[in-house]
């Protein structure tokens, strides 16, 4: 199972995520972590992105252009 440091970590990726996407004016309704990858006891936590519409991901990927660019 994994260990109380992997929920925490996987958990503040998940909010730095959440913050980052906001700060550009994306949200991804269902971004959260993966709780199955909490029940293996091989895996790591993983963040789970969810899914989006069309506009949603025409802004991320705008964003993330725009970041590579720099």
């Not at 994306?26 to 971004?31: C, N, V």
């Not at 029940?39 to 802004?59: F, H």
Request: charge should be positive; hydrophobic fraction near 40%.
């Amino acid at each position: 199972m994994p260990s109380p440091r992997h929920h925490n970590d996987v958990q503040d990726c998940t909010e730095l995520l959440r913050t980052a996407l906001k700060d550009n004016g994306i949200t991804l309704p269902s971004l959260g972590f993966d709780l199955p990858g909490f029940a293996a006891s091989y895996a790591v936590p993983l963040v789970a992105l969810g899914n989006c519409n069309t506009a949603t991901a025409r802004k991320l990927a705008e964003a993330l252009r725009k970041a590579a660019a720099r």
